[in-house]
């Protein structure tokens, strides 16, 4: 199985008998300053991965793969892309809806506003295992045009990362043991593909993070698994950066990981909690990178964060921005910067333990001067009634292993993950937005 892979899943989904009819529930409680968490997307099914932007007017874009029935594709195939919107900045939303009709499933939602025009709405996914999907919108999400920016018969590719920037359009992708990047310099109209780390012995390259500087150049975030004993041999985390447009890349390394603890009484994946890194850049084109590694094999892991301030020849000695007790398990980084300084991060681990089992929550701090210092921790998630994933101190398991946040035009963090019971089902997702 491919490390991490939301593909691992199988398409399995279940309906939540008790769920349904408190569907909209809420939590009592919220974070200081962020409003209570609310499932969102469809109210069947499960829903995991989200994918979350904003842009200039307003809006609020989640993105996210849709395990169950979709009322306006009954004829899509499980899972489907799903978009839901907020034109009041996550105050309301309309009602979800599918991207685009497809026969087979779609996973690893990306969605991209075009920080140039703040307007410009790119998406992307993996359709089936050879096809990378890229979607462009001018309209705010009502229409859009699709491009395919890789399509590999005969052979698997997997997790798609989505960067934007003016005209150029970069997504990269798994191909072979390889990490590949498809480029496009006219609004994803046409793209090319080159790979990003040749030289590098790999079994598996997986991108986590990207993002395209002021000065336009592209960095991507990946991890370098090991070709064989995935299990016990450390993972390598790398910063590549390509200053012409995605043709020649120059690879630094970030930090190496132990391998990932394992979660068989959740029936996850090879490598589901394994390291993988967030990446941001500010108005000032400074590179942030946020991360979880640890020191041993299987052993709980931490969150860091990082900074470059040269376009990423050269980091910032790794700080531990986690305030949780020491051996508590750590996961799934997400960042978002905006103005010079201003730096947001989440993540989610398990400090709190109740009747002798670890439970999840979602973490959240800021820095308004480039992380020199924080904010105090707010605590995202919060219990919620009707769900048995979801326990008064937390929830049982993160469903998927990638979430989003990001800053609106008024200054607001928003904020949308995904709680489940374990890997396969069920699970949904969950929002919140605040200062």
């Given at each position: 199985m491919v490390p991490g892979s939301s593909r691992c899943r199988g398409g399995v989904w279940t309906a939540v008998s008790l769920v349904l009819a408190l569907a909209t529930a809420q939590s009592a409680f919220a974070a200081p300053g962020f409003t209570p968490p609310r499932r969102v997307g469809y109210m069947t099914g499960d829903q995991w991965e989200p994918a979350l932007t904003t842009d200039g007017r307003g809006h609020v874009y989640i993105l996210f793969p849709q395990y169950g029935p979709v009322r306006d594709c009954l004829s899509c195939t499980i899972p489907t892309m799903a978009l839901l919107i907020s034109s009041d900045n996550g105050l309301t939303w309309q009602p979800p809806r599918a991207l685009t009709p497809s026969a087979t499933g779609q996973f690893d939602a990306q969605i991209k506003v075009d920080p140039v025009d703040r307007e410009t709405l790119y998406a992307s996914?993996?359709?089936?295992?050879?096809?990378?999907m890229v979607a462009r919108s001018q309209d705010f999400g009502r229409t859009w045009y699709f491009a395919v920016a890789e399509h590999s018969p005969g052979v698997v590719i997997d997790k798609p990362v989505l960067a934007v920037r003016g005209p150029n359009v970069y997504v990269s992708f798994n191909h072979k043991q390889t990490l590949a990047v498809a480029a496009s310099h006219d609004y994803a109209q046409n793209f090319s593909s080159a790979v990003l780390n040749p030289g590098i012995e790999a079994g598996w390259s997986l991108a986590a993070g990207a993002t395209v500087d002021i000065a336009g150049n592209v960095y991507f975030s990946w991890t370098a698994y090991p070709p064989t004993h995935i299990l016990t041999q450390p993972v390598q985390v790398f910063i590549s950066r390509s200053a012409d447009g995605g043709k020649n890349w120059t690879t630094v390394p970030l930090d190496v990981s132990g391998a990932a603890p394992g979660c068989p009484v959740q029936n996850c994946s090879n490598?589901?909690?394994?390291?993988?890194?967030?990446l941001a850049s500010d108005d000032a084109g400074v590179i942030y990178a946020l991360w979880n590694?640890?020191?041993?094999?299987?052993?709980?892991?931490?969150?860091?964060?990082?900074?470059?301030?040269?376009?990423?020849?050269?980091?910032?000695?790794?700080?531990?921005?986690?305030?949780?007790?020491?051996?508590?398990?750590?996961?799934?980084?997400?960042i978002t910067a905006g103005a010079a300084g201003d730096v947001r991060i989440a993540w989610m681990d398990t400090r709190v333990v109740a009747q002798n089992r670890p439970l999840w929550n979602t973490f959240y701090r800021s820095s308004t001067n480039g992380g020199a210092t924080w904010s105090p921790e707010a605590q995202l998630s919060d219990p919620a009634h009707g769900y048995d994933y979801i326990l008064p101190g937390g929830f049982l398991f993160p469903f998927g292993n990638l979430f989003s946040i990001a800053i609106d035009n008024l200054g607001s963090t928003h904020a949308v993950w995904g709680e489940g019971r374990n890997y396969e089902s069920p699970g949904s997702i969950w929002y919140s937005h605040g200062r």
């Open positions: 996914w993996l359709q089936g295992e050879h096809d990378i490598g589901f909690l394994a390291s993988q890194v967030a590694s640890g020191v041993a094999a299987g052993q709980p892991q931490r969150i860091y964060f990082s900074s470059s301030t040269d376009g990423g020849e050269n980091w910032s000695a790794k700080v531990d921005v986690s305030k949780a007790p020491a051996g508590v398990e750590h996961c799934f980084a997400a």
